[in-house]
């Protein structure tokens, strides 16, 4: 998932993802829902702790909790955490290469030198599908195109790298399996602002830059993130903005994180101003990030960091995320009692 020198837990998780990705077949008409989008994938909160057997000694005993399987595998969809509570995200795949969108998986973990192993962690499902209206062609006609991911909060302790391991009752059958490692206060992430923070000031490019749109967007349609330059709204409104590239992401979720941003703009236009911003200098890897990446001190995608009009960071994201968790971020940054979510109409 990253796009600058990659750790190699990174290129095996990317390695990983490209191995089991879903094959054509999989969004074929027939298998596709009425509405064109693919079948339909649901939002389901995640379970209470009690369903799930209490952390043992060793993250190795959590196979003792069910058919450790090689059939189902489970990657990070975040790699920057930090000392404290983060939220975390996974994609899971079958070995048939579909990805397993309702399932029922807790998390544990514990720090690879020893001690309290942690969990477990209930994980909810975020939906990543939008409405039809709203489904880029970049989105629809990319087979690898993700459809939900699971996501809970993780207390990590200190830092160091942590060992991960997943309980999944997928309705007939319990089964365990680990998942790669991840870091905790690394370094290399240090740079991210983070919740709290003042945003950085940067220069996002705009439609007015460039003589045709898709130069600064890879999304198919083009999008309509580009009219608002950062650097000139920042600290007088409420700002989303996205770094993401649908037709060059590696971890074929930011097609449908830019649809979702889309289908929250055309409802909440007077709520934010919206931003998408590209990952390459001219959408070509080889030539290196552009600028407002290098400022945000980004080294994965897709991220979104959602700003209130003081200029202050009020939630960021690494990867993917759903319709709710978007709408839930904006309503942290309206003034109070001024939140114009759907959910509140």
Known sequence: MSYLAPSRAQLLCALALAAIAVPAVACSKDESGEDGSGAAVASVGAP??????????????????????????????????????????????????????????????????????????PTAIESLETPAAFVAQSTSTDPDSAKAIYVTDIDFPEEGFYDLAAVIDDGDDVKTTFIPSVPVGSKSYEQIPDVGEQAPVTHTDTIDDVSNVAEIDTRVPAGTMHDVDLADVLGEEPVVLLFATPALCMTQVCGPVVDIAEEVKS???????????????????????????????????????????????????????????????????????ESTSSSSR
């Open 48 to 121: 209470p702790a009690s369903e799930f057997p209490k952390a043992p000694a060793q993250i190795t005993d959590v196979v003792g909790f069910g058919e450790q399987t090689d059939e189902t595998v489970v990657l990070p969809g975040t790699q920057a955490f930090d000392v404290g509570e983060n939220r975390a995200s996974f994609g899971v795949f079958d070995v048939d290469r579909t990805q397993d969108t309702d399932a029922s998986i807790a998390i544990y973990a514990q720090n690879s030198e020893g001690g309290e192993v942690l969990g477990p962690f």
């Open 267 to 337: 409802e909440r236009p007077d709520d934010a101003a919206y931003i998408h911003q590209e990952v390459y200098v001219d959408n070509n890897p080889e030539k290196g990030i552009r600028q407002p990446l290098k400022d945000y001190g980004l080294k994965t995608e897709p991220w979104l960091f959602v700003i209130d009009s003081d200029g202050k960071i009020v939630e960021r994201i690494e990867g993917a995320f759903s319709k709710s968790e978007l709408e839930a971020a904006i309503d942290k940054a309206q003034p109070a009692g």
